[in-house]
């Protein structure tokens, strides 16, 4: 029988993360449970636990909690092992599932195989700090459209309109179209969209000085048209290391941007990407493939090529080559960040021949 992957000192310890509590299970080289306990779900706890425990492998799941924890754990000299939720469906799929089962079975997998968990690498904390600033623009962004709609919404539903403007400006230029009637309702929305548009402004300013100061690397990125700083940014600190890829061509996958497989004999329907991986980063690769498909797209071989996909008809046949598109950029930038090379746009079109 083969011997068990054990870790340090033949201990492995699970460890099931929640926002009050953690809950520990510890094993012995043989599989046997030496402890199962409730710690708070704290620095000083974690550190008064596991700091001056001797050096043992440590299974939790990617979370919330997880980038601090697994860091603060590492530090202590540990092995830690994040597992990748979607891959662990044994603790998903238990009609038992709790926090200690949880933490028993990670323990378990993580003493068997840790390839199993289909371990993750947390980003280091300056990057997790930048990658926050970007996603709180996001968020700021989505809040601001909100707000733009809802006064959209109101002048129209008493016969007014406002006519068409980029929320950059909304907030001070929107108020001369109010109707009367409604500007004691709407004043204080038009100044939460001028707060809103100001905040955003500087956090555009703060990544401008992060991808110049730490992300020099998105500079070969944005040699791609529909490709700007947010994009380039998000999409080098989501990444984090582009060696972990073995090969350009698994990024779309790692994106969700793939499409999901289920062949079974002579049926092999068309069915919707996986989604998987970071969402924010994808949404923003279709936001760029949109461009790019769009009227004002330069002219490249991304774009003829989708183009291309576009017009072959069918079901949604535009919303795939969007998708498609997206998932070809989220090559193609890994490949400009391996390489860091000049872009070509029409490189396949000069090869052929066809540039025109």
């Known amino acids: 029988m083969a011997e068990c992957s054990?870790?340090?000192?033949?201990?492995?310890?699970?460890?099931?993360?929640?926002?009050?509590?953690?809950?520990?299970?510890?094993?012995?080289?043989?599989?046997?449970?030496?402890?199962?306990?409730?710690?708070?779900?704290?620095?000083?706890?974690?550190?008064?636990?596991?700091?001056?425990?001797?050096?043992?492998?440590?299974?939790?799941?990617?979370?919330?909690?997880?980038?601090?924890?697994?860091?603060?754990l590492a530090e202590c000299g540990h092995e830690?092992?994040?597992?990748?939720?979607?891959?662990?469906?044994?603790?998903?799929?238990?009609?038992?599932?709790?926090?200690?089962?949880?933490?028993?079975?990670?323990?378990?997998?993580?003493?068997?195989?840790?390839?199993?968990?289909?371990?993750?690498?947390?980003?280091?904390?300056?990057?997790?700090?930048?990658?926050?600033?970007?996603?709180?623009?996001?968020?700021?962004?989505?809040?601001?459209?909100?707000?733009?709609?809802?006064?959209?919404?109101?002048?129209?539903?008493?016969?007014?309109?406002?006519?068409?403007?980029?929320?950059?400006?909304?907030?001070?230029?929107?108020?001369?179209?109010?109707?009367?009637?409604?500007?004691p309702a709407l004043a204080g929305v038009l100044e939460a969209i001028r707060t809103l548009t100001e905040q955003i402004r500087r956090a555009d300013r703060r990544i401008e000085e992060a991808a110049h100061e730490r992300y020099p690397q998105t500079e070969a990125l944005r040699q791609v048209s529909g490709v700007g700083t947010l994009t380039s940014v998000?999409?080098?600190?989501?990444?984090?290391?582009?060696?972990?890829?073995?090969?350009?061509?698994?990024?779309?996958?790692?994106?969700?941007?793939?499409p999901r497989q289920s062949q079974s004999g002579e049926s092999d329907p068309q069915l919707r990407i996986t989604k998987a991986g970071d969402g924010f980063v994808r949404r923003l690769l279709v936001g760029s493939a949109q461009y790019i498909l769009g009227p004002f797209g330069p002219d490249t071989d991304l774009r003829r090529w989708g183009l291309k996909l576009a017009g072959r008809g069918g079901k949604s046949a535009k919303k795939r080559a969007v998708v498609a598109v997206a998932r070809k950029l989220s090559v193609l930038l890994h490949r400009l960040w391996v390489t860091q090379q000049e872009y070509e746009p029409l490189r396949n079109a000069k090869r052929s021949g066809v540039t025109t």
């Open 6 to 72: 054990t870790g340090l000192g033949g201990v492995t310890v699970g460890l099931d993360l929640s926002d009050k509590h953690a809950q520990v299970c510890v094993l012995d080289s043989k599989g046997e449970v030496l402890e199962e306990s409730k710690i708070r779900t704290t620095a000083e706890a974690l550190k008064s636990r596991f700091g001056s425990m001797a050096p043992v492998r440590v299974a939790l799941e990617a979370g919330t909690h997880s980038p601090w924890v697994s860091r603060l």
């Open 80 to 183: 830690v092992l994040v597992a990748n939720p979607r891959k662990l469906r044994l603790i998903y799929e238990n009609d038992g599932k709790n926090d200690k089962v949880d933490a028993l079975y990670l323990a378990r997998v993580a003493r068997l195989d840790p390839k199993l968990l289909a371990p993750i690498e947390h980003r280091s904390r300056e990057a997790q700090e930048d990658l926050a600033v970007l996603r709180a623009r996001d968020a700021l962004v989505q809040a601001r459209t909100k707000l733009i709609n809802h006064v959209r919404g109101s002048v129209k539903a008493v016969g007014g309109r406002i006519p068409s403007m980029s929320g950059e400006i909304f907030g001070s230029k929107a108020e001369a179209d109010l109707p009367d009637g409604l500007r």
């Open 234 to 258: 998000a999409y080098v600190l989501t990444l984090g290391d582009p060696g972990r890829f073995s090969s350009s061509r698994t990024v779309g996958a790692y994106l969700g941007l793939r």
